[in-house]
């Protein structure tokens, strides 16, 4: 029997565990920090080539819509694939385009880098970029800084992108096992591996260890796990899935 005064919280769902608040807790505090010292990776999800292929993407979208082309990046940190892809749009419509992409972040300590950035201060003059604090937890309304418009369900007229690139692994969702046709909910304890209570949140996380364990659910699956089970491609292979 463990000692429950160890573990941070018992086996849970992985999406009701503690660890997602704790790392939305860690980028808000870190802000840009979460960069610089070379604990989030960057240069795979934010180089020239990632961004091409979103500017190709959403370049496609701009050419067939008779509205202006609004996009909405979630997660932005340091704002790399922003530039990336507003290079490219510029190169494939043309500096007079209808643009307005919006960068946004959990951390206002980002957001205010990426305003202040010189690579950017072209389409911010341009009218093209704009920037808001969402928190993706709450994400309405989104309050645009520079515009000064305030984006709700109701208020967008013609296509929104919202890009969100290394973003939605950093939201709750939950872990099955296929195994022999079988499926197991995982369940998560977070275990204190050092005392944590004077620990800041940029490093609170990495004193707790995941300890996991399988259960096959009583009853028939949640409605949106049974769709994912019946479309499952190789139901007697052994697999995980998010």
């Not at 369940?187 to 800041?200: G, T």
């Not at 940029?202 to 364990?213: F, Q, V």
Request: hydrophobic share 40%.
């Amino acid at each position: 029997m463990k000692a429950l005064d160890a573990y941070l919280h018992d086996h849970l769902p992985l999406s009701q565990s503690s660890f997602w608040s704790l790392l939305h807790d860690y980028y808000l505090a870190s802000g840009m920090d979460a960069w610089r010292v070379a604990l989030t990776p960057c240069y795979v999800t934010s180089n020239p080539v990632v961004g091409r292929c979103y500017g190709e993407l959403l370049a496609d979208v701009a050419v067939r819509s008779v509205e202006p082309l609004r996009i909405l990046e979630l997660g932005t940190g340091h704002g790399t694939l922003s530039f990336h892809v507003l290079r490219h749009l510029e190169r494939r419509l043309g500096p007079e385009a209808s643009v307005q992409y919006v960068s946004s972040d959990l951390a206002p300590d980002n957001v205010e880098y990426c305003r202040s950035h010189p690579r950017l201060q072209t389409f911010i003059e341009r009218g093209w970029l704009d920037f808001a604090v969402v928190d993706a937890f709450a994400p309405l309304p989104v309050q645009l800084q520079i515009s000064g418009e305030t984006w709700t369900n109701n208020s967008i007229q013609g296509p929104l992108v919202v890009v969100g690139n290394y973003f939605f692994d950093g939201l709750p969702m939950d872990l099955w096992r296929v195994e022999g046709g079988e499926w197991s909910e995982g369940k998560v304890a977070l275990r204190k591996i050092a005392d944590p209570s004077k620990a800041q949140p940029e490093s609170y996380l990495w004193l707790l260890k995941p300890e996991w364990e399988f259960e096959v659910p009583q009853g028939a699956l949640p409605p949106m796990d049974q769709h994912i089970a019946q479309q499952w491609p190789h139901p007697a292979a052994a697999s995980h899935v998010l």
